[in-house]
C-alpha cells in the first residue's frame, strides 16, 4: 500500500490539491513529524522520522505502533496523550523530563527515548499540536521531534564540571552543600540517621613546603583515591577545601561511621606516602566523625560542627586517628591506631 493510498483516507474537508500539497510539505520537512488522526494510527511519518528513527513509513502508516519506534514498552506518546484528552497526565508519564508544557491543548516535553531500532538512546524534545476543523472539531494531532543529545550532552558536562573538583574529580564543596541538604532533608523524612566524616590530611603544610605545590597535589590525589574507594553507592565524597575531604554517609550509624573512619584511615596509612620527616614517616589523615536524627530543632549546620569538632580533636590528640563526638564515652571518644577503640572500629 502506497503513502498517498494511506493519505487519501484522512479527513476529507480540505481540497484534494491543497491537501497534496500540504501532505508534500510535510514529507520533506527537515523535522522529524508524524500525524495520527482520532483514531490514534498513523497517517503521516516524514522522511525525516524515518532517519531519525530507523522505521520507514510503510511499517507504520495506518497502525498504532509508532510508539515502538521511540520506547521499549508501549506508552502514550505525547500527541495520544492529546488525541485521548488526557493532557492532565503528562507530569505522572514523563516523570523525568526536563520540561513539560501544557498549554491549550498542546503539549511539550524534553525526554530519553529508547529508540530501538536505532540502537541508542536519543534526547527528544517533543511537541503534540492538535489540527481542528473550521467548528473547532479535532480531526488529527501531529507530534513534532527534534532530536538535541549533543546539547543535552553538553549540558550534562558542564553541569559535571560545576560540580567535580579539578584536581581530585571528587565532588567540590558545592555540590557537597547541595547534596547535605537534600540528604537532610530526606532523613529529616524518613526519620533515619546521617552521618558526616571531615578528614583532613596530617600536617600537609609541611609537605607541600618540602614536596612542592605538584607533589602535594598528587599527594591529594592519591588521598582522594583512597577516600573514594570506602564509599557504598549512595555516600557523597568531596574536597571541602585545602586538604580537606567531607563524606555523607546516609543511613549510617555511628557506629557504622567509625567503622568507614577506620577503614579510611588504614588505607590512606597503607599508601605509604613518604612526608619527608624520616625514612618510616609517612602520610597520614585524622578524620573527627558525628551522627545525627534530623530533626525540626537541629540543622545540616550543626552535623558539620560536630564533625568538625571531633576532627579538631583527632588532631590535637596526636593525629593519624578517628574521633567522635565528645558525648560519646570517653574509651571511644578518640579511637588511636591499634587501640582497643580503633580495633572495635577495624
Same mark, same amino acid.
Given at each position: 500500500?502506497?503513502?498517498?493510498?494511506?493519505? =487519501?483516507?484522512?479527513?476529507?474537508?480540505?481540497?484534494?490539491?491543497?491537501?497534496?500539497?500540504?501532505?508534500?510539505?510535510?514529507?520533506?520537512?527537515?523535522?522529524?513529524?508524524?500525524?495520527?488522526?482520532?483514531?490514534?494510527?498513523?497517517?503521516?511519518?516524514?522522511?525525516?522520522?524515518?532517519?531519525?528513527?530507523?522505521?520507514?513509513?510503510?511499517?507504520?502508516?495506518?497502525?498504532?505502533?509508532?510508539?515502538? =519506534?521511540?520506547?521499549?514498552?508501549?506508552?502514550?506518546?505525547?500527541?495520544?496523550?492529546?488525541?485521548?484528552?488526557?493532557?492532565?497526565?503528562?507530569?505522572?508519564?514523563?516523570?523525568?523530563?526536563?520540561?513539560?508544557?501544557?498549554? @491549550?491543548?498542546?503539549?511539550?516535553?524534553?525526554?530519553?527515548?529508547?529508540?530501538?531500532?536505532?540502537?541508542?538512546?536519543?534526547?527528544? @524534545?517533543?511537541?503534540?499540536?492538535?489540527?481542528?476543523?473550521?467548528?473547532?472539531?479535532?480531526?488529527?494531532?501531529?507530534?513534532?521531534?527534534?532530536?538535541?543529545? #549533543?546539547?543535552?550532552?553538553?549540558?550534562?558536562?558542564?553541569?559535571?564540571? @560545576?560540580?567535580?573538583?579539578?584536581?581530585?574529580?571528587?565532588?567540590?564543596?558545592?555540590?557537597?552543600?547541595?547534596?547535605?541538604?537534600?540528604?537532610?532533608?530526606?532523613?529529616?523524612?524518613?526519620?533515619?540517621?546521617?552521618?558526616?566524616?571531615?578528614?583532613?590530611?596530617?600536617?600537609?603544610?609541611?609537605?607541600? #613546603?618540602?614536596?612542592?605545590?605538584?607533589?602535594?597535589?598528587?599527594?591529594?590525589?592519591?588521598?582522594?583515591?583512597?577516600?573514594?574507594?570506602?564509599?557504598?553507592?549512595? #555516600?557523597?565524597?568531596?574536597?571541602?577545601?585545602?586538604?580537606?575531604?567531607?563524606?555523607?554517609?546516609?543511613?549510617? =550509624?555511628?557506629?557504622?561511621?567509625?567503622?568507614?573512619?577506620?577503614?579510611?584511615?588504614?588505607?590512606?596509612?597503607?599508601?605509604?606516602?613518604?612526608?619527608?620527616?624520616?625514612?618510616?614517616?609517612?602520610?597520614?589523615?585524622?578524620?573527627? @566523625?558525628?551522627?545525627?536524627?534530623?530533626?525540626?530543632?537541629?540543622?545540616?549546620?550543626?552535623?558539620?560542627?560536630?564533625?568538625?569538632?571531633?576532627?579538631?580533636?583527632?588532631?590535637?590528640?596526636?593525629?593519624?586517628?578517628?574521633?567522635?563526638?565528645?558525648?560519646?564515652?570517653?574509651?571511644?571518644?578518640?579511637?588511636?591506631?591499634?587501640?582497643?577503640?580503633?580495633?572495635?572500629?577495624?
Amino acid at each position: 500500500m502506497s503513502r498517498m493510498k494511506l493519505h =487519501s483516507a484522512t479527513p476529507q474537508g480540505i481540497p484534494d490539491q491543497e491537501r497534496a500539497f500540504a501532505y508534500k510539505l510535510m514529507e520533506m520537512l527537515a523535522v522529524p513529524a508524524f500525524v495520527l488522526d482520532t483514531n490514534r494510527r498513523v497517517i503521516i511519518w516524514n522522511r525525516a522520522c524515518e532517519r531519525l528513527t530507523g522505521v520507514q513509513a510503510e511499517e507504520v502508516l495506518g497502525t498504532q505502533n509508532h510508539w515502538q =519506534s521511540f520506547y521499549r514498552e508501549a506508552r502514550p506518546t505525547l500527541a495520544d496523550l492529546v488525541l485521548q484528552n488526557r493532557g492532565d497526565e503528562l507530569d505522572s508519564l514523563y516523570p523525568h523530563a526536563a520540561k513539560s508544557i501544557h498549554v @491549550a491543548g498542546q503539549l511539550g516535553a524534553e525526554s530519553w527515548c529508547d529508540m530501538p531500532r536505532g540502537g541508542e538512546r536519543r534526547y527528544l @524534545a517533543t511537541d503534540a499540536i492538535p489540527i481542528l476543523d473550521d467548528n473547532g472539531k479535532l480531526e488529527a494531532v501531529v507530534q513534532t521531534l527534534r532530536d538535541i543529545t #549533543d546539547e543535552k550532552a553538553a549540558q550534562v558536562a558542564l553541569e559535571q564540571l @560545576a560540580t567535580l573538583d579539578g584536581l581530585t574529580g571528587l565532588a567540590n564543596r558545592r555540590c557537597f552543600d547541595n547534596t547535605l541538604a537534600a540528604e537532610w532533608a530526606r532523613a529529616l523524612r524518613q526519620q533515619q540517621p546521617l552521618s558526616l566524616l571531615m578528614v583532613d590530611v596530617d600536617n600537609f603544610k609541611a609537605y607541600n #613546603d618540602a614536596n612542592g605545590h605538584l607533589g602535594g597535589d598528587e599527594c591529594l590525589k592519591r588521598i582522594a583515591s583512597a577516600v573514594a574507594s570506602e564509599m557504598r553507592a549512595n #555516600d557523597l565524597v568531596a574536597r571541602y577545601g585545602g586538604e580537606e575531604f567531607a563524606v555523607i554517609l546516609p543511613n549510617q =550509624s555511628l557506629k557504622g561511621a567509625a567503622i568507614v573512619a577506620e577503614r579510611i584511615r588504614r588505607r590512606v596509612e597503607q599508601l605509604k606516602v613518604p612526608n619527608g620527616r624520616g625514612a618510616n614517616e609517612h602520610v597520614t589523615v585524622s578524620i573527627g @566523625a558525628a551522627t545525627a536524627i534530623a530533626s525540626c530543632d537541629t540543622t545540616a549546620c550543626q552535623l558539620v560542627a560536630t564533625a568538625d569538632a571531633a576532627l579538631y580533636r583527632a588532631k590535637h590528640m596526636g593525629r593519624n586517628r578517628i574521633s567522635l563526638p565528645a558525648t560519646e564515652p570517653d574509651a571511644a571518644a578518640t579511637a588511636r591506631p591499634g587501640s582497643h577503640a580503633a580495633m572495635n572500629a577495624s
